[in-house]
Each structure stands twice: as structure tokens, then as C-alpha cells.
């Protein structure tokens, strides 16, 4: 069964049709969520708000896009909510300038267990530095690199959960990588 015949049902009160959307689709928003939010509770708290916020919105789904596309576009625009707000909480409460860099700490650079001490630094300098660059990108880059780093989207869902051209994404991915380069480089890490 295609989404789309699982959508009309749904749409006519079939709740075992939505549940089959959701286990199809569940594994895409959590990553979409976790690329945004870079917290795995946030990550299940904006994956569940989305699937909420879809079946509510179901009668608005068009079909101009596909299902997965649409419901990574809620899932996104849910996760960036989250982290705006965050975002605004740590600057109010806890007085960090730089509260994005607070949400890009736990990001998806897992590091791989060095063998030596100094190569565990060197490593763990190296992970940090990242972090930092990618932080410090304007949210416009920093999020479609996320995305397209996660190796899990097309630039055109990228696209449609950005709500920019597949060109632009393209762009911004390619200036995102560049930017974190000349970072590095400017930090020693590369010559």
C-alpha cells in the first residue's frame, strides 16, 4: 500500500492507516529532528509534536509533494521552533551570549577512540573546533549542512524542509563546508 492510499484512509478516520505512516516514516523525523535540535530527547519530543501536528494538519496535505516530504517539513519547522525557543531560554536564564553553540555541543560528531593521549587530545581539539566552526555558521548554512551531512535527505527534501530551492540548498552546503575549512585552517588543524 502506497503513502498516498494510507493518507486517504487516514483522512476518512482509518488511525491504523496513520500508524502505518508513522512506522514508514519514524526513523526520517527523528533524524531530521536530531540534525536540528542535536539533543536525542528534543529529537523524541519534536519527533512525537510533528506526528501529532501531521495528523491534525491532514487535511491539508496536497499532494504536491510526497507524504515524507511534507511531514519532514513539519518535523523540521518543529525542531527549529524547539530550538529557537532554547535558544531564547539560555540567553534569559543562564546569560550564554552564544546559546547556539550550546545546542551544536551535542551534535554527530562521534569520536572514534584514539590510541595515545596525545592523539586522543589532538582529536578531541580537533571534534571541538568543528563544533565551534559549525556553531558559528548563520543558521542558513549551518542547517542545511546538518541535514546534508546526515547523509539521510536528498538535497530536494533538504529543499522542502528548508522551504529553498535545491540550488540554494546546494549553495549553502558548499559555503557551509567552505566556511568550516577556512576555520580550521586559521585554527592550525589544517595547513
Request: net charge positive.
Amino acid at each position: 500500500m502506497t503513502d498516498d492510499d494510507l493518507v486517504a484512509r487516514a483522512r476518512e478516520g482509518n488511525t491504523a492507516a496513520f500508524g502505518e505512516l508513522v512506522l514508514r516514516h519514524q526513523a526520517a523525523v527523528y533524524r531530521a529532528a536530531l540534525a536540528a535540535t542535536g539533543s536525542t530527547a528534543d529529537a523524541d519530543d519534536v519527533a512525537q509534536e510533528a506526528f501529532l501536528l501531521a495528523y491534525r494538519r491532514l487535511n491539508t496535505f496536497r499532494g504536491t509533494a510526497s507524504f515524507k516530504t511534507w511531514l519532514l517539513t513539519i518535523a523540521w519547522n518543529q525542531a527549529s521552533n524547539r530550538r529557537r525557543a532554547a535558544t531564547r531560554w539560555w540567553r534569559r536564564i543562564a546569560g550564554v551570549a552564544d546559546a547556539d553553540a550550546h545546542a551544536v555541543s551535542a551534535s554527530c560528531f562521534s569520536p572514534a577512540a584514539p590510541v595515545t593521549p596525545e592523539q586522543l587530545a589532538s582529536g578531541g581539539q580537533l571534534r571541538k573546533a568543528i563544533r565551534e566552526a559549525i556553531a558559528a555558521l548563520p543558521p542558513k548554512l549551518r542547517d542545511a549542512l546538518l541535514l546534508a551531512q546526515s547523509g539521510e535527505y536528498s538535497y530536494g527534501e533538504i529543499a522542502a524542509m528548508l522551504g529553498a530551492p535545491a540550488g540554494t540548498i546546494k549553495w549553502r552546503v558548499s559555503e557551509a563546508r567552505r566556511a568550516v575549512r577556512a576555520s580550521l585552517r586559521m585554527r592550525g588543524h589544517f595547513e
